[in-house]
């Protein structure tokens, strides 16, 4: 096999990265493309940066282990297959389950600092963003931590002005302009997605 193509697709937090790979992913099978995500890499809680109130700060790149996720990299690269444990948020009613990725021609690596890193970034062969107003984001990530996350809304809001947006102003958003494709997702992404779909199809025909 070929060495895998690997994407990267990033933007804000709840900008729809996930609802995004799942309507991609949908049309290809396991062996065709496979997913590595920075969620399952960030440190155990412990280990978590805490702001000026002693509260644990997930959203910062000091959270994640990225020496682990380029590791695992490099691993696929090689056409080896990666175990690890899916990363919870601690969440008492989720059960860990082990997330098993093996090689592909194409590899999405996907997560709110994959283009932070620059030695992960160096890596990616196509970067995409997926951008979105503030106020929708903020709609989302409400949704989404109090559904599967088991915060408190108050804990969210705390946490959206106090981490959310300074990092995004900081981590990611000076790099936008790195992407090779800009996916506005206001609305909807079905051309993005549309056109996605049609380049990874050329990628495996040609594998």
């Known amino acids: 096999m070929k060495k895998p193509f690997f994407v ?24 065709d493309v496979a997913l590595i995500s920075q969620d399952n890499y960030y440190r155990p809680r412990h280990e978590q940066p805490l702001d000026d109130m002693g509260i644990e700060n997930f959203d910062t790149p000091d959270s994640i282990h990225f020496e682990e996720y380029i590791s695992d990299l490099e691993l696929l690269r090689q056409g080896k297959q990666i175990e690890r444990q899916e990363y919870t948020f601690n969440n008492p009613k989720v059960t860990p389950k082990t997330i098993i990725v093996k090689p592909s021609p194409i590899v999405i690596v996907e997560g709110i600092f994959v283009f932070y890193s620059t030695k992960l970034m160096e890596q990616l062969d196509l970067k995409l963003f997926i951008d979105v107003k503030e106020h929708i984001k903020l709609k989302r990530r409400i949704i989404r931590d109090k559904v599967e996350r088991g915060y408190e809304l108050d804990d969210v809001l705390y946490r959206y002005e106090k981490h959310v947006v300074p990092t995004y102003e900081k981590f990611i958003a ?11 997702n206001n609305d909807h992404f079905d051309h993005a997605l549309n056109v996605m779909k049609t380049y990874f199809k050329t990628i495996i025909a040609n594998e």
């Open 8 to 31: 990267g697709i990033t933007g804000g937090s709840a900008s729809g990265k996930t609802l995004f790979l799942n309507k991609l992913l949908s049309e290809f099978d396991d062996e």
């Open 174 to 184: 000076p790099f936008k302009y790195k992407a090779d494709l800009i996916i506005p």
